[in-house]
């Protein structure tokens, strides 16, 4: 069985903020995808950045970076000067070879300007 | 490129009636998936199809929800009948193949109501 734990169920920052939302995940599948998904009021999900299990480079990728770190089972998803925008529920989610997704309970993102 | 489209965006009945949520995925999506969202929570699975294979459901409450797919395109997920424990958030993604490396589209999700 898989699992998804965000810790962090609410973060409230002040425009120009950098703020990390932490994921931790369990699985037993040595092959698996790692996502982030922003969902605004709108309740769409929007895929944000994804990583396999074989690939532990950090990326930047404009104001958005994630931390892979397979040791301790975390994907840390990092906002750069953040913006009042950029408000929303925070999703992480886990992927494996059997095709089912397990998310976590989302954190909850508040810029304030 | 249109996105995951679903109707209605808000459904409210009374509990024991039966109610449809449709979706049509992106053109060309062969994986379609139906979720159930509760408040303050993430997405669960209800059920997975591969073109018109329903090839997960193993999360269906099948003693009152259904699910089709009928010549692998749109989806229509039912349930008959709702209980004021239905309240939630239904969403209809798709992806390409189906594959731990596809990203799953979601659609806007349609809201429903029990009283």
């Known amino acids: 069985a898989q699992k998804v734990t965000q810790a962090q169920t609410e973060i409230s920052v002040v425009e120009k903020e950098d703020v990390t939302l932490d994921c931790v995940y369990e699985?037993?599948?040595?092959?698996?995808?790692l996502f982030w998904y922003k969902q605004p009021p709108s309740g769409e999900l929007v895929f944000l950045i994804r990583?396999?299990?074989?690939?532990?480079q950090n990326e930047i990728s404009g104001r958005y970076s994630w931390n892979f770190q397979k040791s301790t089972s975390s994907f840390n998803f990092t906002i750069t000067a953040s913006q009042v925008v950029d408000s929303a529920v925070y999703f992480c989610?886990?992927?494996?070879?059997?095709?089912?997704?397990?998310f976590g309970d989302g954190t909850t993102l508040t810029v304030k300007p | 490129e249109a996105g995951v489209v679903q109707s209605p965006r808000y459904k409210i009945i009374e509990k024991k009636q039966p109610v449809a949520f449709w979706c049509n995925p992106i053109?060309?999506?062969?994986?379609l998936y139906w979720y159930l969202q509760n408040l303050g929570q993430g997405p669960e699975l209800l059920i997975r199809?591969?073109?018109?294979?329903?090839?997960?459901d193993s999360q269906l409450p099948k003693d009152r929800f259904s699910a089709e797919r009928l010549k692998g395109v749109d989806s229509t997920l039912k349930i008959q009948p709702a209980e004021l424990g239905d309240s939630a958030v239904y969403l209809c993604?798709?992806?390409?193949?189906?594959?731990?490396?596809?990203?799953?589209?979601f659609g806007p999700g349609t809201r429903l109501t029990v009283l």
């Open positions: 053109s060309g999506h062969n994986t």
């Open positions: 989610a886990l992927r494996t070879n059997a095709g089912k997704s397990t």
């Open positions: 699985t037993r599948d040595t092959t698996y995808y």
């Open positions: 993604a798709s992806s390409p193949r189906g594959g731990v490396a596809d990203t799953q589209y």
């Open positions: 199809y591969e073109n018109e294979e329903a090839v997960d």
């Open positions: 990583r396999n299990s074989f690939d532990e």
